[in-house]
């Protein structure tokens, strides 16, 4: 086994790379989450409504997205998309798929905070007459999007995580920065180090916000 | 009686007063158990009325029924001369749905045991969510009304809380003004002190006794305070498994009970 050596001036040479990585990684963090946010509140919706044909078929695809991993679904839109005449550059690609894999997610992260809403609340509601889009906007959302906040953030710090795997299919994030650095310079505690390092303190950092903020909410409303 | 089921008869209540809320042959289970069973009752213009007995025996589902949160198995309910499941056409009653019940139980307040406050509001703000958006009044109309209310119920300094920062016998005062928004000519109230500490009990009873002196809305007032049901109650009815095992003026009913089942129940009550 060779000895281990840790070169300082090689480590901070690579870091202006490594943080295109992690900009890459951040802006699919960002985006993929919207696309999560959105995509689920359409599902939850969807699944709320009852249609008939289309809120079953939402279950049946909300549970095959959670129950499937998020690898073979990035391989897939990759892969299989192409094939069907839906190519896409590989970032979107990858932004497409943590979009769709956490927006079965995110759809039950609404739903359990909907369903959190006590029934009290729904009945106080009914009885003083509100039309039934103030009992949404004014009542039960309000409520709910306390407990459903605090839970997104966390989705969205495992995401950040999870980008990892857009190096799969040829993003250049921070992982991929990291291990192309390492294949070319015959290295690769340095950059792999170094970019576990910007991972955690990125997540670190997120997590703390969102406990804060979560923690100012009980503050304010006991 | 009053109480024997006829479903076909729409006889006013014994008052001669128009009733405002007329039950007939009501049945309902949940499952296998049967909580009420050919109920029928009628509650006056201005009447209070006061329902006792043991946990169980069907007085909170009346509430449920006479405000629409809960549909009968069998039988009607009228409120102020409409039916709340049922509308009357040429021939006969035929059923109606959810819209219709929402007409129907506008004339009807209910106030909860366990408050049921919007936790996100504030006491003004929990007491104008009706005037404003069932009335349609202007945020200043409603915000001056609201505030009257809330005097009503000795609340004013306190209008800018969140409920979370009221005590429990604030908090059911909060809940009654909300009530008396949209000006009900009937008023239920749900055993509306089970849930507050000993000490907090009586700042609600005056509450409700003031108004149920002061107004000539029908009351029904399901509760185990029985000193308090005698002073406001024109009448009193025991429940018992799903039925109406004895009625009549508190006078009679609450201090020398004919049904033996009555007098244990009191009994139970007083020995607490």
Do not use: C
């Not at chain 1, 180090?193 to 006991?222: D, K, P, Q, W």
């Not at chain 2, 008869?9 to 007063?17: D, I, M, N, Q």
């Not at chain 2, 809330?150 to 969140?162: A, E, F, I, T, Y």
């Amino acid at each position: 086994m060779s000895s281990f050596h840790w070169d300082w001036a090689f480590a901070w040479s690579i870091v202006p790379a490594l943080l295109t990585g992690a900009k890459i990684t951040v802006f699919a963090t960002l985006l993929g989450s919207l696309l999560s946010f959105v995509l689920g509140l359409i599902w939850t919706l969807l699944r709320l409504k009852r249609i008939t044909a289309i809120t079953p078929a939402v279950e049946v695809f909300v549970s095959f997205v959670r129950g499937t991993p998020l690898l073979v679904q990035l391989y897939f839109v990759f892969y299989v998309f192409p094939k069907w005449g839906l190519s896409m550059p590989a970032l979107v690609t990858g932004i497409v798929g943590l979009g769709i894999y956490y927006s079965a997610t995110a759809s039950e992260i609404y739903r359990a905070g909907i369903e959190e809403v006590a029934a009290g609340q729904w009945e106080a509601a009914l009885v003083l007459g509100l039309p039934i889009r103030r009992v949404w906007l004014g009542i039960v959302l309000p409520q709910a999007i306390k407990t459903v906040l605090p839970v997104l953030g966390n989705q969205v710090v495992a995401m950040f995580k999870e980008t990892s795997l857009l190096s799969t299919i040829t993003v250049i994030e921070l992982l991929a920065e990291a291990t192309s650095i390492g294949s070319i310079e015959f290295r690769y505690v340095e950059p792999l180090t170094m970019a576990g390092f910007f991972y955690f303190i990125i997540s670190y950092t997120a997590a703390r916000g969102i406990r804060r903020l979560e923690t100012e909410h009980h503050v304010v409303h006991g | 009686m009053s109480f024997m089921a006829d479903p076909a008869s729409a006889e006013p209540a014994a008052t001669g007063r128009p009733a405002l809320v007329s039950m007939r042959g009501i049945s309902k289970s949940y499952g296998e158990r049967k909580i009420l069973d050919g109920i029928s009752l009628d509650v006056a213009l201005g009447e209070k009325v006061a329902l006792i007995g043991p946990s169980g025996s069907g007085k909170t589902t009346i509430l449920r029924l006479a405000i629409g949160l809960v549909k009968p198995d069998e039988g009607t309910i009228r409120i102020d001369g409409d039916y709340l499941w049922h509308e009357a056409g040429p021939d006969g009653l035929r059923p109606a749905g959810e819209r219709h019940a929402r007409k129907v139980r506008r004339s009807v307040g209910i106030v909860f045991q366990h408050f049921n406050l919007f936790p996100h509001m504030t006491a003004l703000q929990n007491v104008r969510e009706p005037l404003v958006h069932v009335l349609g009044l202007s945020r200043a109309e409603s915000d001056a009304h609201a505030i009257d209310l809330l005097s009503q119920v000795g609340l004013r300094d306190h209008m800018d809380k969140r409920p979370a920062q009221l005590s429990g016998g604030q908090q059911q005062r909060v809940a009654i003004a909300r009530s008396l928004a949209l000006r009900p000519k009937v008023m239920l109230f749900d055993e509306v002190t089970s849930a507050l500490d000993p000490e907090l009990v009586g700042e609600v009873l005056r509450v409700v006794r003031d108004l149920a002196h002061a107004s000539d809305m029908s009351m029904l007032i399901v509760t185990h305070e029985i000193s308090f049901a005698g002073d406001i109650a024109d009448r009193v009815l025991m429940f018992d498994a799903g039925k109406i095992v004895e009625e009549g003026p508190p006078g009679r009913v609450l201090k020398d009970p004919e049904n033996p089942r009555t007098r244990r129940f009191l009994q139970a009550i007083l020995e607490r």
